[in-house]
């Protein structure tokens, strides 16, 4: 019964490949999120799409490219994977404010998916 | 642009003293303000947030955090810190109705018998 669950935990890949995560929400949530933290803990959102369509996108390099087949999933599929990709990304989910009485952006996040590229 | 900053890289407190870990957040209007804790190997939950009404908002775990318009500051307290306690905490601020929430660099506390 995990709410947010992110796989692998751990990916570790050389230079050159390309690889994806994947993430999954059991929240009945309509809004997903991919984060980047840094080894400095630092924590930069990257996509936000509402109801698999795409909110934001903070200035990615289109070497990321979310897909969202459902508003219950949101993957991450990385290209050509450089040593600066390596890094924890973090996947959350919210429901959007507005709905239901809902005023602000509560989001619940996963545990994690450690990319270490070589 | 929004911005959040908690100018305390890491603070080391002993167990049973009192926390205060400092956030001042850019923004024009009201924010909507966050605190987020992650403990190692995990991802954040949320501790408490603010936006309206009392300026002091309680959370979980004992933690508390004071909303101050004319500082831009919204700090968490706890009175008594316990060992588990030890982490990271972020602060956070999104624009109402947004999609985007903009974190600070974090704290790390550390806890000291």
């Known amino acids: 019964d995990t709410a947010v669950s992110q796989t692998p935990k751990y990916l570790v890949t050389q230079m050159g490949n390309d690889k994806s995560i994947k993430c999954e929400q059991n929240l009945g949530h309509d809004t997903m999120y991919w984060y980047k933290q840094d080894s400095k803990k630092f924590l930069k959102i990257m996509f936000s799409?509402?109801?698999?369509?795409?909110?934001i996108n903070e200035t990615v390099p289109n070497r990321f490219s979310p897909k969202s087949p459902d508003k219950a999933h949101l993957n991450l599929h990385i290209n050509s994977l450089e040593l600066g990709d390596s890094a924890v990304y973090f996947c959350?989910?919210?429901?959007?404010?507005?709905?239901?009485?809902?005023?602000?952006?509560?989001?619940?996040f996963g545990p994690g998916t450690r990319l270490t590229v070589l | 642009a929004q911005s959040v900053t908690q100018p305390d890289i890491h603070i080391t407190v002993s167990e049973g003293a009192s926390l205060e870990l400092r956030c001042n957040y850019s923004y024009g209007a009201t924010p909507y303000l966050f605190w987020y804790v992650q403990s190692p190997g995990q991802g954040l939950q949320l501790l408490l947030k603010?936006?309206?009404?009392?300026?002091l908002v309680q959370g979980i775990k004992g933690f508390e955090a004071e909303f101050k318009r004319s500082q831009s500051s919204f700090n968490l307290r706890k009175p008594s810190v316990h060992w588990s306690d030890a982490a990271e905490y972020f602060c956070a601020v999104e624009r109402g109705g947004g999609f985007k929430t903009i974190f600070g660099a974090g704290t790390r506390l550390f806890v000291k018998a």
């Open positions: 959350a989910s919210s429901l959007r404010p507005g709905l239901a009485g809902v005023s602000y952006n509560e989001q619940f």
């Open positions: 799409y509402n109801n698999k369509e795409l909110i």
């Open positions: 603010y936006f309206s009404g009392d300026t």
